[in-house]
């Protein structure tokens, strides 16, 4: 603004002052020479007075361009082709001044690059601590700024020139630069080569130039040194060459023939620096004289040395062992493990004082052992010899010795181990995945690695296991350990387990000892001893870590400190890594080098300083000291002694306009990798924020809908790719937003392999199953297996470690389809896993075998847990392990150290199966077992990062704890043990995110729910699933989470009532806010919270059954409705008077009544208790009164209601539904030690008629109880409020005279009731003259028939049962025929049905079949018939051949028409063709149907079982299940009115779905009775004496049969495939005659799972036969005079041979045996 004057002769008016601007704008201050900038000069508020102005742009006081008079804005653009810097003006010139814009710079610098510069270094070998000059090189360019760095050491920095030479410029001439070297700076670093680094920087650009740079020194005192004596190829020695000073060095060796002078090895090797001593590792190939020569030069001095050595073969290593540990005077054997060059030796062998020479040849370098003891190396590389030795000494006995070659000795040290008796320790190994005696692959730890051990133990009850770990460094995998190199461990050393972390151990190899042993602790004598051994690397590894709040991370420009901290444990690693923290402008400017980082540069945070901020855990930088910019990248690189160099980056975006602040937590599934089985839970916090987006890329827009709004993001991990990025954006109530993005990357997962368990079918608790997994690779990492046992959803770990097989387990019976689950879980070290599920059937069986639990005593005197869990949580739902045994596996659990989190997890899930029964338990264990569950309690948070893995914990002791609350116990324990249950509450809600579904948990004792809410959830109760509502709970809505934590507690089961009150049910509700750091929530937020809790049961409702009258006169009649039941309120009803409640509901859906009067009177007085009068129509009339009545004794209550007008048959009946109820609402009270009436009352919910306790406000627990047990601070200002409820229904009196009377009037009024009635017990008669007229057939016929054919001296006994399928015409009227093939003869053709039909349709038919010899392996039947009668086709489904003299079984699969093709030849069936599912299936389906189904069996139930259930017993229970649907479905009736729902139409009929629901309904009410009632008539049925109970096995008459025909017992075993096969033998002893004294047991073998049938029976002989025997006596004269009798009574029997029955009931079915069969012979015709 400048002053000035104007005549203006027009206006006439003077002024003196006038306000204008003149901007000027450059597109950029940094250019580089010839690029052009543009500039920008704008004129406002000049109006109209422009023409006056003058205005110009003026470059550097030289040029000038001016604005033309008619413009405001110019734009220009410039180049400048020097570097330099250039000053800028706007001037506007007026008539009395003149207005100039602030100066304006431009700085033209050069662009710096590699190929511009060309740097060089003049090559320098600069002699140690002499000042030498550095020169480089380059092209011209101006300005430039240099940092020199001598490897890591900063020698120069930001030396620059600063005028600028046009004539070097334009010739574009090179430049020198010059750095002094001094002594001083020499003296940084040793003589040797080094890296020196040169930085050119400036405005523009910057570019980094790095070449080698010798420091020089003398070589002195040179000497080469090796072996006199070395070995052959493979092998290698050792030749070192030493010296005092010098650097660098290059070192020549050559190794040459004293004989020949030819050379034989020649190596050249370069030191750089630090070279003292050298190492060469040369191999010869002969043996003989050699001389090793050596020359040592660098650029200022030389040196030589030599050496004279002998190839000759050599010995390496030798270890001393035995296959386990010897007895005492015994023979045994000592293994020499010795490994050396090929050639001959003599080894002397010192045992106990006595040398032993034994001569042994080594023929070559790899062997291949079988069955080695464990070894601490690979030994294939090692020869074995045995020595065999009796030892008399106990104990550790040193073993010494030598071995010789031609010119050698190599002595040797080793011992071992004798003891009293053999050791009762077998096959120990550590689970390390290696069953081969030495070692394979090194397992490497990752982070950390844990190591159990596994063994077999005999030993006596009064033994002691222990344990000792050893860690031995070693260079390769077939070098021995060393005691002197033990690695020590304070406390792990002992434990039965071993934990080996990658911080605690140096790079490298180590072997991993454990040594068990075994001593009686009453006479100390050593019973055991076993080692074992594993190869383990520790690797250099990387720390991967983020920092946190995100990778792009958008700010606010008013923010004043920027904090930024890593994912690093600090507490954890702070002792071993360093941090370095970078800030930059520019991302590419970054350090990858810490000490580029120290660099004073151009882009850092700080203009012209170094990128490197601070070196502490945490970084804050305050924006006031930053410079401007958009863009600033974090960079923080972490190193350390046993980790690499790691870095993480972070980019922050300064917003200029105002926006909310957000950042970006991760609570789950963290770090730089996620794990790909795991959820990911984020936050993002965000005070101003209205709203939160979520975004998942690279899918550019792909939003999170279920994520939208919530301030947590709960991420499944099968939503992500390898690499993902996740943008959380927060917007506040202007509409600004601010976003914040982490980079998700996937662990690399493992390759896909499979498992499997077998065998598939096994028995509980005796089978013993083995699963194994193969084909699972992950790269250079051993894989962890995980065993799991799944019931009820949870999971219980049964192994784990690094085997892929889980062997000898038995498991417990299958719940459905006899079905039990194995998870398996493969895990990489970094926890990325994936899961197998394995079915196999387990039938149940009740019987524990006695070598299970003396295989539990072993693992618990060994302290072996996983044994013990496999064994516990199998057997504790039996009587095997009983109340002793639990005493002992908890003491064992209370010693078990905790040093993983699987063995707590094995720990948590014996407690639960150990506890499931805690009456067992006496005070002493249940103390242990709280103690345990408080290890776990503290152990469990430090590895809250695998919540997998902790909720299988956490619902573990929940499951503990709520076992144990089913005790009697004092009061104040079951408080204990609900603050405990809060506590794992909290425990599991750690991977719950506010708003997702609630966890839930529920046992015997208590039903919980855990849910987080936030203040976008609403409703979180669902109010048909949920026990607990909450309202208003918009007094609890802030930004923070809240948690609830809902426990009901079964009052049968947790009895909490104290001596004074029994409560029905208790109700444990805890409140807090906050993510992890959880805090109660205050008393002023407590009143305001409306809290209600429903009763685990409610009250009865009764009928009142209103009977309708109508009274009419001539020109009207009116109606009306009473009825009245009875109420007792009896004596124990006292203290609940007043809390007594009448509710009676009237419905008038159909609005029949119009008026309606309710009466409450006490009986035997006429005073009126309470009344109610509804004076209006309405749906419904509800009478609700608290308090009614006076006293006990009995009331009525008698309601009227009137009809209207109208006229109504007599008897017509309405109802009316009532219920009395009082209700006691209490809450614990600490002070009394009691429950307390307030604050909540009892109410009604007039919608859903539910009874509930409603709490005027939520009451908060504060104070501290008495009793001799005080909570902890924590505990009680933490302490969940607990509610109570006590409820009590009245009962009602049924006036029976009325009910009677008006029943049968209805019954009357409606005659089709009394119709049904009579037709379905008309129907029930005539089924019962059908099904006895059945019965006695079926009784009738035979059970097992005698072929015809059968010859009268054929001994040899097939039983053959033939199955006739079930299909329609499955039966043949044709005569059939059979023939037995075997493997060493075939049977005659027999035939087996020839006039009389009796292979029908669904038909089971037995027919005893004899041959003159056995057949062998019966291997195929054939079958024909002669297509005759008016019915030949046949269906034949199966036949089952039994040999009763070997007690063989062969069953043959037909299922086949005897039509087209009537012989057909029916192979024996394979055992595959047994288990399949297409055979078994349709065969159980047909046995179910038939033997069990009573609506089917009673018209096709077969002929056998009549001895379970007859026809008529089923036909009764079918009557039964009829009357039972009709009685329940009664139960339904009425109600339709008040039924809504989907309306159906088939045909004419409509019905809706509330009547299928009431048929489901009735169904399932009425199946108890059914199965009831069926199963006492199935048990009631009188043993079948021929099938499964023994008599005697020969008649009084037959004592005196010889000795060829005394009974002999055979026995049969049938492969238990499966349970057809098993019936079908059931299914054929049924058919045995009675009279022939056979009978058959059917029983499981317990140890092979096969059924064993055993038999013991009388020859099956046919009666000539025994007359036969008669008559010899006879003719011996040695008959008496009664068995003269008998036989002359006989003789008519036998004359007519053809035409006599056989044996009773063993009958042939033809009086002729001379019928025509094809095929069969004139032989046997004729017999």
């Known amino acids: ?323 386990k540990p010897i007895p005492s005077y015994s023979r045994n054997y000592v293994y020499a493990f010795v490994r050396g060059d090929i050639g001959d030796y003599v080894m002397t062998i010192y045992l106990q004082g006595r040398p032993e020479n034994h001569s042994f040849t080594i023929s070559k370098l790899e062997y291949d052992h079988k069955d080695l003891p464990s070894l601490p190396f690979d030994a294939r590389s090692y020869k074995l010899i045995k020595v065999e030795r009796v030892l008399y000494h106990i104990g550790m006995q040193q073993v010494t010795g030598f071995i010789r070659n031609s010119k050698q000795s190599f002595p040797f040290v080793g011992w071992v181990d004798v003891l009293e008796t053999s050791s009762c320790l077998e096959n120990l190994r550590i689970r390390d995945g290696n069953y081969r005696g030495g070692f394979e692959n090194p397992l490497k730890v990752f982070d950390y690695l844990t190591f159990s051990v596994d063994f077999k133990f005999t030993c006596k009850n009064m033994s002691e296991v222990r344990y000792k770990w050893l860690v031995f460094p070693v260079a390769t995998d077939m070098d021995m350990a060393t005691y002197t190199y033990e690695v020590e461990f304070e406390k792990e050393s002992f434990e039965p387990e071993l934990i080996i972390r990658a911080d605690t151990l140096s790079p490298g190899l180590y072997v991993i000892k454990v040594k068990v042993t075994s001593e009686n602790v009453t006479s100390d004598v050593l019973e055991g001893k076993l080692k074992d051994y594993t190869l383990i690397e520790i690797t250099k590894k990387k720390l991967h870590f983020v920092i946190l709040g995100g990778n792009v991370l958008q700010s606010d420009n008013n923010m004043t400190v920027l904090r930024f901290v890593s994912s690093i444990d600090y507490n954890k690693y702070h002792r071993h890594i360093s941090y370095y923290w970078f800030c930059s402008i520019k991302q590419e400017e970054l350090p990858t080098r810490t000490v580029m980082g120290k660099i004073q540069r151009k882009d850092s945070c700080f203009d012209w300083h170094t990128v490197w901020v601070t070196s502490d855990h945490v970084m804050e930088i305050s924006m006031n000291e930053l410079r401007q910019s958009e863009h600033y990248y974090i960079r923080l690189i972490i190193s350390g002694p ?57 899918n550019p827009g792909h939003q999170l809908p279920l994520c939208d709004d919530q301030e947590f993001c709960k991420l499944n991990a099968s939503l992500l790719n390898p690499s993902s990025n996740v943008t959380g954006t927060g917007y506040n109530i202007h509409g600004e937003n601010s976003s914040v993005t982490i980079f998700l990357n996937a662990l690399s997962s493992h390759s ?100 299970v639990i003396n295989e539990l005593d072993a693992a618990l005197l060994s302290n072996n847990l996983q044994k013990i869990a496999q064994f516990v949580l199998v057997l504790s739902s039996t009587n095997k392990l009983n109340q002793s045994k639990r005493k002992e596996i908890i003491s064992k659990m209370v010693e078990y150290p905790m040093l993983s989190l699987e063995s707590v997890k094995q720990i948590a899930d014996v407690i639960s199966h150990v506890t499931n029964n805690p009456k067992l338990l006496e005070e002493t264990q249940l103390q242990d077992v709280q103690d345990i569950l408080d290890r776990v309690e503290s152990f469990v948070p ?154 685990p049961q409610q009250p009865d409702k009764s009928k009142i059954w209103l009977r309708v009258k109508s009274e009419c006169d001539g020109s009207a009649c009116r109606s009306t409705a009473i009825g009245s039941a009875f109420i007792d309120v009896e004596g124990d009803s006292s203290g609940a008077m007043e809390a007594t409640i009448l509710n009676i509901v009237v419905g008038n859906y159909e609005g029949r009544v119009k008026k309606l009067k309710m009466f409450l009177t006490l009986v035997g007085q006429v005073i009126t208790m309470a009344r109610k009068e509804f004076d ?147 129907l029930y008669g005539l089924g019962l003259i059908w ?131 009537i012989d057909h030849v029916v192979p024996a069936a394979r055992t595959k063709d047994l288990h399949n599912t297409r055979t078994l299936f349709p065969l159980r389906l047909e046995n179910h149907l038939r033997d069990r189904y009573l609506w089917y069996a009673f018209y096709g139930m077969r002929p056998w079982q009549r001895h379970v259930m007859g026809r008529i017993e089923m036909l009764s229970c079918c009557l039964m299940i009829t009357l039972m649907i009709m009685l329940t479905a009664l139960m339904f009736h009425g109600n339709n009115h008040a039924q809504q729902g989907l309306l159906l139409a088939v045909g004419n009929y409509t019905f809706q779905w509330w009547h299928v629901a009431v048929g489901i309904e009735s169904a399932l009410l009425s199946s108890p009775a059914t199965f009831l009632i069926t199963t006492m008539f199935r048990r009631s049925q009188r043993p079948h004496k021929s099938l499964l109970t023994d008599s005697k096995s020969v008649d009084d008459e037959e004592n005196n049969v010889n000795d060829e025909q005394n009974p002999v017992s055979h026995h049969l075993n049938v492969a238990d495939g499966s349970k057809e096969e098993n019936l079908k033998l059931e299914l054929f002893h049924e058919q045995l005659p009675v009279d022939n004294k056979t009978h058959l047991r059917v029983k499981p073998n317990r140890e092979t799972s096969f059924v064993e049938v055993a038999e013991t029976s009388q020859h099956v002989m046919s009666e000539d036969r025994r007359v036969h025997h008669h008559q010899r006596k006879e003719a011996t004269g040695k008959m008496n005079q009664k068995e003269k009798r008998k036989l002359k009574k006989e003789s008519p029997k036998t004359e007519h041979h053809d035409e006599s029955k056989i044996h009773h009931r063993l009958k042939p079915y033809g009086k002729s045996r001379a019928f025509e069969v094809a095929g069969t012979s004139q032989q046997v015709l004729n017999e």
């Open 1 to 323: 603004m400048e002053r000035f004057t104007m005549n203006c002769s027009l206006a006439g008016i003077f002024f003196e002052y006038l306000r204008f601007d003149f901007h000027l704008m450059l597109s950029s201050h940094y250019v580089e020479p010839g690029q052009s900038v543009q500039f920008v000069a704008r004129l406002t508020g000049a109006n109209s007075f422009q023409k006056y102005l003058d205005c110009s742009i003026e470059y550097d006081n030289a040029n000038t361009e001016k604005l033309t008079s008619h413009s405001t804005i110019f734009k220009t653009q410039r180049s400048f082709q020097y570097p330099g810097n250039y000053a800028i003006w706007a001037r506007c010139k007026i008539p009395e001044g003149t207005f100039q814009t602030p100066l304006k710079n431009t700085y033209v610098e050069c662009g710096l690059s590699m190929s511009k510069l060309q740097i060089s270094i003049k090559e320098l070998n600069i002699t140690i601590l002499n000042p030498a000059d550095l020169v480089f090189s380059h092209r011209y360019c101006f300005p430039i700024s240099y940092s020199l760095l001598l490897d890591d050491v900063i020698i120069a920095q930001n030396q620059t020139k600063q005028v600028f030479d046009e004539k070097k410029f334009l010739l574009n001439a090179f430049e020198k630069v010059i750095f002094k070297l001094n002594s001083s700076m020499q003296q940084l670093v040793d003589p040797g080569i080094h890296n020196i680094t040169l930085l050119l920087q400036n405005n523009i650009s910057s570019v980094i130039y790095s070449t080698p740079i010798i420091l020089i020194e003398e070589i002195k005192n040179f000497q080469v040194t090796a072996e006199e004596f070395v070995g052959f190829h493979p092998h290698y020695f050792i030749i070192n060459a030493t010296i005092s000073q010098g650097a660098p060095i290059s070192l020549s060796i050559q190794i040459k023939s004293i004989e020949s002078n030819l050379s034989h090895f020649n190596a050249s090797l370069f030191c750089q620096r630090e070279c003292h001593s050298m190492v060469v590792q040369p191999t010869l190939s002969q043996p003989g004289m050699y001389k090793v020569e050596a020359i040592a030069e660098n650029y200022i001095s030389q040196s030589s040395s030599w050496a004279v050595i002998e190839a000759l073969p050599q010995i390496y290593n030798v270890y001393i062992s035995s296959p």
């Open 642 to 698: 046993h980790y690499d160099a790691t870095l993480a980056d972070q980019e922050v975006v300064v917003q200029a306009r105002p926006a909310p602040i957000v950042n970006l937590k991760c609570w789950s599934n963290c770090g730089k990798y996620f794990s790909p089985h795991l959820s990911i839970i984020l936050q993002l916090e965000c005070d101003d924020c209205l709203r939160r987006k979520w975004t998942l890329s690279p």
């Open 752 to 851: 896909s392999g499979s498992c499997i368990i077998l065998p598939r079918m096994g028995s509980a608790y005796t089978t013993k199953f083995n699963v194994t997994c193969a084909g699972y690779i992950a790269g250079k990492y051993q894989l962890m297996y995980k065993f799991f046992l799944q019931e009820k959803g949870h999971r219980y770990l049964l192994q784990y470690g690094f085997d892929p097989v889980l062997y000898d387990i038995i498991l417990p019976p299958g719940r459905s389809s006899n079905d039990v689950t194995i998870v398996i879980e493969i895990c990489t070290p970094d926890q990325s896993c994936v899961e197998e599920n394995l079915f196999v059937t387990v039938v149940a069986n009740n019987d524990v075998n006695d070598d």
């Open 942 to 1095: 430090f590895s809250a990062s695998r919540y997998d893995d902790v909720n299988f914990i956490v619902k573990s002791c929940m499951t503990t704890t709520s076992q144990l609350m089913r005790l009697v116990r004092f009061y104040p324990f079951k408080n204990d043990e609900n603050l405990r249950m809060n506590r794992l509450g909290k425990l599991l809600m750690a991977s719950l995110t506010p708003g997702e579904e609630a966890i839930s948990f529920e046992t015997k004792s208590v039903d919980g729910r855990l849910l987080k809410l936030n203040n976008h959830v609403t409703n979180p109760f669902d109010a048909n699933t949920s026990f607990v509502q909450l309202s208003n709970l918009q007094s609890l809505i802030t930004d923070d989470v809240i948690n609830m934590e809902i426990f009901r507690y079964n009052s049968t089961s947790a009895n909490f009532s104290p001596f004074d009150l029994k409560v029905d049910s208790v109700t444990s509700v805890s409140i807090t806010t906050g993510w992890r750091d959880e805090l109660p929530i205050s008393k002023e937020i407590a009143k305001n919270l409306k809290l209600e809790f429903s009763l």
């Open 1176 to 1322: 209006k129509e309405a749906t419904h009339y509800r009478w609700t009164t608290k308090a009614p009545f006076v006293g006990f004794g009995s009331y009525n209550v008698t309601i009227r209601a009137d009809l209207g007008p109208g006229y109504y048959r007599a008897g017509t009946i309405t109802s009316a539904v009532f219920s009395v109820w009082a209700l006691q609402c209490l809450h614990w009270f600490d002070a009394k030690n009691g429950w307390k009436d307030s604050p909540c009352k009892a109410h009604e919910d007039t919608v859903s008629g539910m009874v509930v306790c409603q709490c005027g406000h939520y009451p908060v627990t504060r104070v501290v109880w008495t009793q001799g047990h005080k909570r902890s601070t924590d505990d009680f200002t933490r302490a969940p409020s607990l509610l109570a409820s006590k409820l009590l229904v009245f009962p009602n009196k049924l006036d029976y005279n009325e009910i009677s009377s008006n029943m049968w009037q209805r019954f009357l009024e409606n005659p089709i009731v009394l119709s049904m009635l009579f037709v379905l017990y008309f």
């Open 1331 to 1461: 099904a006895r007229s059945k019965d006695r057939q079926v009784e009738a016929e035979d059970l097992c028939v005698e072929v015809p054919d059968n010859g009268p001296f054929d001994k040899y006994r097939y039983i053959v049962t033939i199955f006739t399928g079930s299909r329609r015409n499955s039966g043949t009227s044709a005569v059939v025929c059979l023939r037995l093939v075997g493997n060493m003869a075939t049977s005659s053709a027999h035939v087996i049905q020839h006039h009389t039909k009796i292979l029908n349709r669904g038909s089971v038919k037995s027919f005893l079949i004899t041959t003159s010899e056995c057949l062998g392996d019966i291997t195929a039947i054939r079958l024909w018939h002669d297509n005759g009668g008016h019915s030949p086709e046949w269906f034949l489904q199966r036949v089952v051949v039994r040999d009763l003299e070997k007690n063989n079984c062969w069953f043959f699969l037909c299922n086949r028409w005897f039509k087209h093709v």
